[in-house]
């Protein structure tokens, strides 16, 4: 079994730091207005709730590739696709509107059987594709 870490980039953090201007925004305006504590305390638990899942979003995206399948890891979920069934991969352009499996803004686009695709961030590309290649001499890249 072959393993590839999601590729990360400034995407999740700009994401995270925005959410967190915001709540500390809403925090700032909770005291100003006299809000009590419990308020507080909501927003510290919807904070740290917050934080947990862009942590454990980017901890268990990942791929591998055992014996005949491409499988693809988020929150404990997997995504199966037989290797065979993989015909083209290609760069993402522009925004996807499909199934995404992916931690970074850019990504590549693997097709498989007759109309399904699905969105992947694989850190090292070039390494995927070759380990794809040698199990699916047709893949089209």
Known sequence: MI???SKKDWIIPFVWGFLSIIYSIVGIVIIS???NY???TFLAVAWALQTTFFYLFLKT???TIDGEHLVCHIFGFKKR???SEIRRIKPQNGFYAGLKINTAWKGMVVTYGKWDEILISPAQEQQFIE???TKNP???V
């Open 3 to 5: 393993r590839f870490e």
């Open 33 to 35: 207005n006299g809000g």
């Open 38 to 40: 419990s308020e507080l």
């Open 61 to 63: 995206t990942f791929y």
């Open 81 to 83: 696709i037989r290797v």
């Open 131 to 133: 380990a794809l290649k």
């Open 138 to 140: 047709t893949l089209q």
